[in-house]
């Protein structure tokens, strides 16, 4: 309230009454019905004011005691006034932070908030509004702008189908970034690209290198930022918290624990940036590269399905996962409730647990609720191509990744598109590994000897340390003898224990557990030709890390 005080000239008698009088009435009007400076008059019947000199006086304690009162309830209301603007201004910064994206953005998708009423004694009441990131990450209470995203490159694109999100950070020797767009954006058709968002999450706080990384993707994909089918964004320099204190768990290393923690982190930063972006979000890393086709078989295996709450493009860690937009808020909010404490991996299989599994009963029942909610397409539409961890010192075993052997003079050929160098010849040679595409039916790897050897056993290794889960399945070893009489007579042979897929070849082998060996019986020998056949499509990449074919 505010009052204005005013000049009375009156008698020195009167002034003190008539100020009192004016201070007195403004007070009480708005809380009581008795002016302090009014009487009845009998005789008349109604209320007049009177003045010092009149023979009725008012009741000089009953008007101190009304202005007591009032001065009370004035301050009550100026500090109820104070407390609802102070509510109202932390209501706004917190649906700014929970909506560090979208003035217009809807409070539904928002990280929830909670509403903590702090209450003192009567003479006062604090009241503010948290969000509950505040609880996982305190230190972000210290600058209450620590949640908002820096867009370096974007147009605000949003009503998209697929948002992609992408976070990557410095690595010490190769980047694969821009491999990696360019790999999701080859092929897309100019309605796919109007339906799609990449995000690029830079997370570092290295001004300097988000900047280095915006302008490399300025200048190789000007059209797409130009477009807004590009962004670029990092996080504020306060985002990250203290990570020396944190505790190593699960027998990781010190370094470990902090590279998974900030992991969760630059994934739940990304996931709130992206809630309001489109119908759609799949988290992929900087180093991957996708299939042809992707946008078309992930929208259409995605409108077919009813009930759950991830989809599995890839059979690797978190890399091609499928989340419905408006599941975002919920499960961003799961991983930084215990960002600290497991891996991205795990806590997502802890919300699938939390959600569908009943304790009293087994882990074949709970298995089985959790696949209801978590379906996965064949084949994987993302291969991992990194060599070099984001992990610094983590260099992806690259001591184990190929065994070199010495191998006979032959001539090289495949229907299987080998992936960047590493191609087939580098492998026979000792020189690299051989990492092909997915195999389909009827794929084959031909050795065409320049003459007929004598082979006394044949090694395939598929898969390594880094990549064990590509290898060959339903794949057989088959060689070409020279003398053709020996050929027919074992392949024909009623006792005989090979078979002869077409008129020239003899099955001797096949692939288990990603392992095909043996040995060749004399009465095949001389051979002229060994190959390898795939028999049924695959669900991932192949990868031959060992060839050795000994003489």
Not at 23 to 38: D, E, K, R, V
Request: charged letters at 20%; aromatic letters at 10%; a neutral charge.
């Amino acid at each position: 309230m505010h009052f204005s005080l005013l000049s009375v000239h009156t008698a020195s008698s009167g002034g003190v009454w008539a100020l009192g009088c004016l201070w007195g009435a403004a007070l009480l009007s708005t809380h009581t019905h008795l002016h302090p400076c009014t009487h009845y008059e009998a005789d008349r019947g109604e209320i007049s004011p009177k003045a010092p000199g009149s023979t009725v006086r008012p009741d000089l304690q009953t008007l101190y005691q009304r202005l007591l009162l009032a001065e009370e309830l004035g301050g009550q209301v100026s500090r109820d006034l104070s407390s609802l603007l102070e509510e109202l201004r932390n209501t706004s910064r917190a649906a700014n932070i929970s909506h560090p994206i979208s003035s217009t953005a809807t409070t539904s998708d928002s990280i929830p908030t909670e509403k903590i009423r702090q209450k003192t004694d009567h003479s006062g009441q604090q009241t503010f509004v948290q969000p509950n990131i505040y609880l996982y990450m305190p230190h972000l209470r210290q600058h209450p702008d620590s949640l908002l995203p820096n867009v370096v490159l974007g147009q605000g694109r949003r009503g998209v189908s697929l948002v992609l999100g992408i976070p990557t950070v410095k690595r010490e020797k190769q980047n694969y970034l821009v491999s990696t767009l360019r790999s999701l954006l080859y092929g897309l058709t100019t309605l796919q690209q109007q339906d799609l968002l990449i995000i690029v999450f830079v997370a570092e706080t290295d001004s300097d290198y988000v900047g280095s990384i915006a302008e490399s993707i300025r200048k190789n994909f000007s059209r797409e930022v130009q477009s807004g089918l590009l962004e670029v964004i990092s996080p504020s320099q306060y985002y990250y918290p203290d990570f020396s204190g944190l505790r190593e768990t699960f027998g990781d290393s010190k370094d470990r624990v902090k590279w998974r923690t900030k992991q969760n982190l630059d994934y739940s930063f990304l996931m709130l940036y992206a809630q309001d972006k489109g119908t759609y979000y799949v988290q992929l890393e900087d180093d991957v590269v996708a299939k042809a086709g992707y946008f078309n078989a992930m929208k259409t295996f995605a409108n077919q399905q009813q009930q759950w709450l991830y989809l599995e493009f890839s059979q690797l860690g978190f890399i091609g996962k499928m989340f419905q937009s408006r599941d975002l808020p919920m499960i961003a909010e799961f991983f930084l409730m215990f960002h600290r404490d497991k891996p991205i991996d795990w806590l997502l299989d802890h919300i699938l647990w939390v959600k569908v599994c009943n304790p009293e009963k087994d882990a074949k029942d709970c298995n089985k609720q959790k696949a209801q909610l978590r379906h996965r397409y064949k084949p994987s539409l993302f291969q991992h191509v990194g060599l070099h961890s984001s992990l610094s010192g983590k260099l992806q075993q690259l001591k184990s990744l190929f065994q070199a052997h010495s191998n006979p003079a032959a001539e090289l050929s495949s229907s299987l598109k080998h992936y960047q160098q590493h191609s087939l010849e580098r492998a026979y040679r000792g020189q690299d590994f051989f990492w092909a595409l997915t195999p389909s039916h009827g794929d084959y790897i031909l050795f065409n000897f320049t003459q007929p050897i004598h082979i006394s056993r044949y090694l395939f290794r598929s898969g390594n340390i880094e990549t064990s889960g590509d290898k060959f399945t339903n794949t057989t070893v088959e060689v070409l003898p020279s003398n053709a009489s020996a050929r027919d007579r074992l392949a024909t042979g009623s006792s005989s224990s090979y078979k002869a897929p077409d008129e020239h070849f003899i099955t001797i082998g096949a692939f288990e557990n990603g392992v095909a060996e043996g040995e060749i019986e004399e009465a095949l020998q001389p051979i002229s030709a060994l190959r390898l056949v795939v028999h049924s499509d695959a669900d991932v990449w192949a990868l031959l890390s060992e060839i050795h074919i000994a003489v």
